[in-house]
């Protein structure tokens, strides 16, 4: 099975970005589905973005749609995740995510077979 790594996490003011980066090896990249998920401690982990893997579609969770972008570079073989406006309450641990394609929707945990280590993403108020 493949590693994904995330960077890019960090300490930011309310309004302001942050782009999370992962980083995948060890998969055939153009055959998976990405996503990203987030969780704070205590509670459920939860969807975020998800993208196909043409690229052509993208998925947001309503909380974070018209603020975060989700691009991949298939060559790279990385994911990003431009989070814009930030408000306190995206404080959370990111996790990059990676799926074949299934008949599971994007948003659901079972659809991601592997998992990165997670990024800390704070935003203060």
């Known amino acids: 099975q493949g590693q994904l790594v995330e960077s890019g996490g960090g300490l930011v003011q309310r309004g302001g970005s942050l782009r999370l980066s992962c980083a995948a090896s060890g998969h055939t990249f153009s055959n998976l589905r990405m996503g990203w998920f987030r969780q704070v401690l205590g509670k459920e982990r939860e969807f975020v973005a998800a993208i196909s893997r043409t690229g052509l579609s993208t998925f947001y969770a309503d909380s974070v749609k018209g603020r975060y972008t989700m691009s991949r570079d298939s060559a790279k073989k990385n994911v990003y995740l431009q989070m814009n406006s930030l408000k306190p309450e995206d404080t959370a641990v990111y996790y990059c995510?990676?799926?074949?394609?299934?008949?599971?929707?994007?948003?659901?945990?079972?659809?991601?077979?592997?998992w990165g280590q997670g990024t800390q993403v704070t935003v203060s108020s």
């Open positions: 995510a990676a799926g074949a394609p299934s008949a599971r929707p994007y948003d659901e945990i079972a659809a991601y077979d592997s």
